[in-house]
């Protein structure tokens, strides 16, 4: 069984620029989360998509956003990219969410880099 | 909201040393997830454990919700050991990380 991919691995953009990352659930999940780690520090909550509709949101300016599709793949933008933008931005799958009593994946992240 | 605090922050051990990792969390939870992250970023599914205790091989986990804290033992450690253990909790459709453990194993 295929695990949470994403795309892509690395990517290296300018101060202002936008960007898109792609991530693919698990077959038969359809939660999405979107995590970011800046180097050294710990997991951020970004955003959480359950059947299409946005969930919960962390303590992120507007310009960071997402959404999910019909398949639930889902894609996270951030817009007018800032240097401290730069982190391994982490994307993870569950189950239908149902009395908070579901269990993350975790794919293998795409690293970003704002010069 | 709910406070998640790891300890210790940093631990170093010889290869064959067990360790002790622990996780408090300041409010009842939904669930409890221990995750190990590797020296390449990716994260690895330890245990799902909001309550009771669970073994996998050389490690185990144990959840006392009631007290609110969880235990990872790692047992007969080797240097794939090393990295980050992270653990997170959830409630009210809030998702909370520690800010990890490093465990560095040493050969």
């Known amino acids: 069984e295929a695990g949470v991919t994403q795309s892509p691995t690395h990517l290296i953009k300018t101060r202002g620029q936008q960007v898109t990352l792609r991530c693919s659930p698990i077959s038969g999940h359809t939660s999405v989360y979107w995590y970011q780690q800046a180097l050294g520090l710990g997991l951020q909550f970004l955003l959480w998509y359950d059947e299409g509709e946005e969930r919960n949101r962390g303590n992120f300016p507007p310009r960071f956003s997402g959404r999910q599709f019909p398949n639930y793949s889902s894609e996270l933008n951030v817009n007018a990219l800032e240097l401290e933008d730069s982190a391994l931005y982490l994307c993870?799958?569950?189950?239908?969410?149902?009395?908070?009593?579901?269990?993350?994946?975790f794919g293998p992240g795409t690293r970003l880099t704002v010069t | 909201g709910i406070q998640v605090e790891q300890s210790p922050p940093d631990l170093i051990l010889q290869e064959g040393a067990n360790s002790t990792l622990r996780c408090n969390f300041s409010?009842?939870?939904?669930?409890l997830q221990w995750f190990h992250q590797n020296p390449w970023g990716q994260l690895i599914n330890l245990f799902y454990?909001?309550?009771g205790t669970k073994q996998n091989g050389r490690l185990s986990a144990t959840t006392v919700a009631t007290e609110r804290y969880s235990l990872l033992y790692i047992s007969s450690s080797q240097t794939t050991d090393s990295g980050v253990y992270f653990c997170a909790v959830n409630r009210d459709d809030k998702i909370i990380f520690g800010k990890g453990t490093r465990l560095h194993i040493l050969p």
């Open positions: 409010d009842s939870v939904n669930n």
């Open positions: 993870a799958s569950s189950t239908k969410s149902g009395q908070g009593t579901y269990e993350q994946y």
């Open positions: 454990i909001p309550s």
